[in-house]
Every structure is written in C-alpha cells, then in structure tokens.
C-alpha cells in the first residue's frame, strides 16, 4: 500500500516556483501569494489521495490558488490597490524595468477574476479551455474577461505611458 503522500513533495519541489509566481501574479504581493500558495498546497494534500491518479494535478492546485485570491480580494474592500514589490523570476532587460512596473501597476487595477485570466493566459501560457477548466467557467467567458481585461490595460498602461512621456 502506497502512503498518502505518494509523489507529493516530488510534486512541490517540481512545481513549487511556477506555482508561486501564479499565485504573486494574481494576489499582487509576495506575502499574500506565500500565504496563498500554502493554503493551495495544503488544500491539494489533503485531496492527494484523488489527485495521485490524474496525469497531471497543476490545474487543480492552480485553481485553487486563483480561487483563494479571488476569495481574498473580495474580502478587501481595497480591490483596486494591492501592493507589488517585485515579482518572483521573471526575466526582463534592464531597460524594460520601468514599463513592467507600470504593466504592474496596469494588472493590479484589473479585478480579481479578469487578473486571473491574464496571469493564466498570458504569463502562464495556457489557452483558453485551459485557463477555464482552472477557473471552472467556460471558453466563451474567458474570451469576454481577456478581451475586457486587455482593452483596460491598453487604457492604464497609455495613459501612463503618456503622463511620464509628459513629465
């Protein structure tokens, strides 16, 4: 008899950045995402036992993880500003420093749910009937989110483009 824990830790130390870096990217600072990420993981041991079975167990835990930042965000009042300090690995010359803080700054202004499907579409690379088995809506609602949540951040991130081009 397999113990309960069969391939978990392989699983965390596998996954556990990846994992991380959804979770800051959708809950917007490192703490938050820490906090998050334990709970996700430890919501997935708990279930390991239905999980070991599956090919792949990442879409369950990363819905979770999206799940309990929507949760949390909904909890604040304060939606629209979540405070970032730096995003964990994630590979930018230099001079692009500047406009990922403001794309930053754009993606926190976004509501919890359109975040998620940015940070699961476009920073994680999954398509869309990935991205909506891991928030569990459908296709078509993930196409109405993203292309919502584009045209705002068009307008966030141009507008302030434009402001520090002016001062």
Known sequence: MTPPDAGFAEFVAARATALLRTAHLTCGSA????DVLQSALERAYRNWHRLRGD???????????VNLAISRARRRAVLRFIPVHSPPDLPFVRRDIELRQVLLDALRALP??????????FWEDMTEAQ?????????????????????????????????????
């Open 31 to 34: 703490a938050e995402a820490e």
């Open 55 to 65: 090919a792949d167990p990442e879409p369950y835990v990363r819905r979770i993880i």
């Open 112 to 121: 919890p749910r359109q975040r998620a499907v940015v940070v699961l579409r």
């Open 131 to 167: 991205t909506a088995k891991v928030l569990g809506c459908s296709v078509g609602t993930v196409k109405s989110q993203a292309s919502k949540a584009l045209a705002r951040l068009r307008v966030l991130v141009d507008r302030e483009v434009v402001t520090n081009v002016d001062a």
